[in-house]
């Protein structure tokens, strides 16, 4: 029986006037991959191809943990991917700069938090959608960076930078966000 190797190809349109909106919203969402029982899945076709960008299921957490925020500057923060490796096996190295205001005390320990542990962020776009930058497979490399700012008219910030190997630019997420405050339907229903 011969394989069918075209069978999630699909046609990409776009309506002209339909508004792209560039940028994330100012609050992230983070936690360690050890506080992660079980992660939410791209779908695949029986060739083990992904069909879809969009996880299926939620993020199971490991007991009492609850997904962290950071709320950030959305106007110097982005969320870029590219393409990485080689033929058959080329991935995308998906990259989020957040900015956060402050530099005191807690903006430190979470830095010293982030820089030493694999993670896993989410993050809302300018059109609701919410996108996962780590999973299971791959390590997430984060590195922090702050500035004290300088003279009477500088800034302030700390900078989280994040380097996550996926199978798809940043996949979607629709599932529960258990957070301090409550939980998030990221379906959008």
């Not at 560039?22 to 992904?50: E, H, Q, W």
């Not at 956060?100 to 005390?105: C, E, L, M, N, R």
């Not at 960076?145 to 199978?167: H, K, Y």
């Amino acid at each position: 029986m011969a394989t069918n190797c075209m069978s999630i190809q699909k046609s990409l349109g776009w309506c002209q006037g339909t508004p792209e909106l560039p940028g994330v919203k100012r609050r992230i969402y983070y936690l360690a991959k050890s506080a992660i029982a079980a992660f939410p899945t791209l779908p695949r076709d029986a060739n083990g191809r992904v069909t879809s960008a969009v996880l299926e299921g939620s993020f199971t957490l490991v007991a009492d943990q609850k997904w962290k925020y950071i709320d950030i500057l959305p106007d110097k923060s982005q969320l870029t991917s590219e393409a990485q490796g080689e033929l058959p096996s080329q991935t995308q190295l998906n990259k989020l700069t957040a900015v956060h205001p402050g530099v005191g005390a807690d903006a430190s320990a979470a830095a010293a938090y982030i820089n030493n542990s694999d993670n896993v962020f989410i993050v809302e776009d300018m059109k609701g959608n919410y996108r996962v930058l780590g999973n299971d497979k791959w390590s997430t490399k984060s590195t922090v960076a702050q500035d004290l700012g300088q003279g009477a008219t500088g800034t302030t910030s700390t900078t989280i930078s994040v380097e996550a190997t996926d199978e798809v630019p940043a996949p979607f997420y629709k599932g529960t966000i258990e957070t301090e405050d409550g939980d998030i339907d990221c379906s959008g229903e």
